[in-house]
């Protein structure tokens, strides 16, 4: 079984469309780490194709507090309007279904799937030291987490702890074969908002039958989502990021 691993898709329907297009054959089930929605301008269409095509799910922040089931207080300005806006814009059917997801950690087809830190899903893993010390609490051996928007990971031994990095300039894809005796923590990368410099939408394609995780970049209509943020009312920022991949 191979599985299409998405995370931070943030409402961006044109990211999530390319997507699907690129990775089209390679892939079986599809699962996300979390963030159907924020920043973007099209949560229903994205909750309802979730709905539909996902073998599992766990949420997000975004997720979260787009349906009130967390204080807004620590988010940004964009990020705060941006989730007043969501909450008012999907429908009840929606809104039902982004309430009932799951926290993560959750177990999928032999590995886990988590938001942030398997200790708590708002937690930004970014750094090797924070990876190693939450080796302990991952139940398998792989693990696929977002959050941050950044693609790559780490690879963590008995030894230290590698970060894990994803295609470079110019190229769509990248294979990491998983070594024995080795604990991954993966990170596909935002499709709807990378933040790595890279304005194409990110995910990865896990086999783990081969023992391999291959990250992708798939270019998308930046322009016309970036439109349709700007007609939604929503903050400029949010279309401008889009172009530069912050």
Known sequence: ????????????????????????GAYEQIVCCGDLVGYGADPNRVVEWARAELAAIVRGNHDKASVGLTDLEWFNPSARDAALWTEAALTPE????????PQGPLSAGGFQILHGSPL?????????????????YLESAVSFFGHTHLQGGFLCRRHGVRPLAGPLDGEDRLVTALEPETVYLVNPGSVGQP????????????????GTVEYRRAAYSVGVAQAKI???????LLADRLALGV
């Open 94 to 101: 929606n809104l039902h279904y982004l309430r009932g997801l």
């Open 230 to 236: 700007r007609r939604a009312g929503l903050p400029d």
């Open 120 to 136: 708590d899903e708002d937690e930004y893993v970014v750094t090797a030291f924070s990876a190693g010390h939450l080796v302990p």
């Open 195 to 210: 933040r790595d410099g890279d304005p194409r939408a990110a995910y990865a394609i896990y086999d783990p039958d081969a």
């Open 1 to 24: 079984m191979r599985y299409l691993i998405l995370s931070d898709i943030h409402a961006n329907w044109e990211a999530l469309e390319a997507v699907l297009r690129h990775a089209a």
